[in-house]
């Protein structure tokens, strides 16, 4: 009988230096003998801190080792080549290749823009100051390092719905940014924690703009042309709306070869809260 058994196959403290891919490819034979059916794989894209970042510090999707950016060519684990040697001989010996997805925020932003926010209560964030500060933002993603291969599209602060840091004047907390899609507050279908936990750090994505969902749909299909994967583990869903993750994954399965393997991290030890989330993504994940 089939027994799928996923291997996560990193942690948080690995050395830094690129060992990780060649490591991968080297032990892929032995994996397959020993039961494992899939390796789920850190964020292979470039995050703020380059070849330091455990890849949870989101900034480029489409820079998988590949340019050099916040100081680096290759990200922690190593470079494209070697991500994709790794990755293929997984495939060869029968082992799927689970890819880690890291898109509720970003972080490393290129360059400041002029912006309007209220503050945010951070103990319960549906307290929101009627008061508009005029103030900088880091929200501004123009990725000089890849000069628009693979994809064009500038992230600026109409993609965002929040910040955790905001300069003239200078303050940190949770900011909710005004602009064409936040007049509602935050996402709704998210977690219940903190009266509303769409915001964790960093620059927040909001799903809300057409735009921001339709460059998510497009790296999804480019990085399955890229890498050989046969599944996405989704990070942090409990602060990404529902909604966008459901829509997310029927448009990959779509444009798939093969079914594709899902499975999201939701954080909570509620079980109501995660049959209910299961519920609004119609169990596609």
Known sequence: MYNPTLLQFFHWYYPDG???WPEVAEKAAWLSEIGITMAWLPPAYKGESGGYSVGYDSYD???LGEFEQKGS???KYGDKQQLLAAADALRTHNLGVLLDVVVNHKMGADEKERVRVNRV???NRDEISEEVIECEAWTRFS???????YSKFVWDYKCFSGVDHIENPDENGVFKIVNDYTADGWNDQVDSELGNFDYLMGANIDFRNNAVREELKY???WVMQQVPCTGFRLDAVK???AWFYKEWIEHIQEVADEPMFIVAEYWS???DKLLEYIQQVDGKT
Do not use: S
């Open 18 to 20: 690129g060992q990780l």
């Open 61 to 63: 999707l489409f820079d």
């Open 73 to 75: 060519v290759a990200t």
């Open 121 to 123: 209560n951070p103990d």
């Open 143 to 149: 990725f000089p390092g890849r000069a628009g291969k």
């Open 219 to 221: 790296w999804a299909r």
């Open 239 to 241: 602060h990404i709306p």
């Open 269 to 271: 030890f509620e079980t």
